[in-house]
């Protein structure tokens, strides 16, 4: 019990730099840009997901968490936040490299999921923005951080802005390791090797296990998943599929802080179908 907490302790101090930097950010775009500023940010939107698929890439969860909040105040489009989401890896590529894969190889995966998130980033913008323009709509909803203050029911302070993001930070941080601990606890019950066996047993269906694995808001998903590709356990196509779909803790902290559920569970199947259609296809060609 002891190792549980104190992993889930270690993987949510991690994320403090970053949700720290993500609410202070949130603040500042708030209470001091002017509202020209404010719409030059959301202009960018546009390119949105080509700059999110490539941060996305870089190693632990830390951007899928930033993508979360900034996409609950409506700095970023949904096809910014799915961009990240799907270019996360988590645990992937530390893994990659301490077991000394071919550098094709690891080129090869960050390649793909890069474009796919990139590809369907885009795609997705330009589909909401098709359908709003018919109805006369803005691409991104008004909503500030304001309205986030008002459902934490936190009385921000708009004149010190970092005050105010450190009580957003400790907020997340403390749901972050509760939702943490009990996750690594439910792991540890069934195991890990009962995991892997699951999906090994079920080869038809793989990129469907395996993105439902990649789901789990832990850096579990990753390394279970690219585990079993180094050992040739399971296909590429079954990897990526997991990986797609994996967000590492985004997607907890989206569900925790965008508190339409409705549109929480579009954005969760969203990544799922992505994942194992993109898994199946990849499979295919290879």
């Given at each position: 019990m002891?190792?549980i907490?104190l992993?889930?302790v ?6 403090l730099?970053?949700?720290f930097?993500t ?5 500042y775009?708030?209470h001091?840009?002017?509202e020209k500023a ?5 202009k ?8 999110g698929?490539?941060l996305g890439?870089?190693?632990?969860c830390?951007f899928?968490?930033a993508?979360a ?5 409506r700095i970023?489009?949904?096809?910014t ?5 799907l270019?996360?890896?988590d645990e ?8 000394a ?6 080129i090869?995966i960050?390649?793909?999921k890069?474009?796919i998130a ?5 795609i997705i913008d330009?589909?909401i923005?098709?359908y709003?323009?018919?109805?006369n709509e ?16 936190c009385h ?5 802005i970092?005050?105010?993001a450190?009580?957003h930070t400790?907020?997340?941080?403390l ?11 439910i ?9 892997s ?5 079920t080869?038809?269906?793989g990129p469907m ?7 789990i ?9 690219t585990?079993l590709y180094?050992?040739n ?9 997991g990986?797609?779909?994996g967000?590492?803790i ?6 925790r ?6 549109e929480?569970?579009?954005i ?8 194992v259609v993109c898994?199946?296809i ?5």
């Amino acid at each position: 019990m002891l190792d549980i907490i104190l992993d889930a302790v270690i993987d949510s101090v991690k994320l403090l730099p970053f949700l720290f930097v993500t609410y202070l950010l949130m603040e500042y775009l708030e209470h001091k840009m002017s509202e020209k500023a404010k719409n030059v940010v959301k202009k960018s939107g546009k390119w949105g997901p080509v700059l999110g698929g490539i941060l996305g890439i870089v190693p632990q969860c830390g951007f899928s968490a930033a993508a979360a909040n900034l996409y609950a105040g409506r700095i970023i489009t949904l096809g910014t936040l799915i961009a990240i989401f799907l270019s996360t890896s988590d645990e992937m590529l530390p893994i990659l490299i301490s077991e000394a894969a071919p550098i094709t190889t690891i080129i090869s995966i960050l390649a793909i999921k890069v474009i796919i998130a990139m590809a369907m980033g885009l795609i997705i913008d330009f589909t909401i923005a098709q359908y709003r323009k018919k109805k006369n709509e803005s691409l991104q909803e008004e909503q500030t951080i304001d309205i986030l203050c008002e459902k934490e029911h936190c009385h921000c302070s708009e004149k010190n802005i970092v005050k105010s993001a450190i009580h957003h930070t400790i907020h997340i941080f403390l749901f972050i390791l509760i939702i943490s601990i009990i996750i690594n606890i439910i792991i540890s019950i069934i195991g890990r090797e009962n995991i892997s066996h699951f999906i090994l047993n079920t080869p038809i269906f793989g990129p469907m296990i395996a993105s439902i694995v990649g789901l789990i808001p832990n850096c579990a998903g990753s390394v279970i998943l690219t585990q079993l590709y180094l050992q040739n356990l399971i296909t590429f196509g079954s990897m990526l599929a997991g990986l797609l779909a994996g967000n590492g803790i985004g997607i907890l902290i989206l569900f925790r802080v965008n508190k339409n559920l409705k549109e929480n569970m579009k954005i969760l199947f969203m990544l799922y179908i992505i994942g194992v259609v993109c898994g199946i296809i990849i499979d295919f060609i290879i």
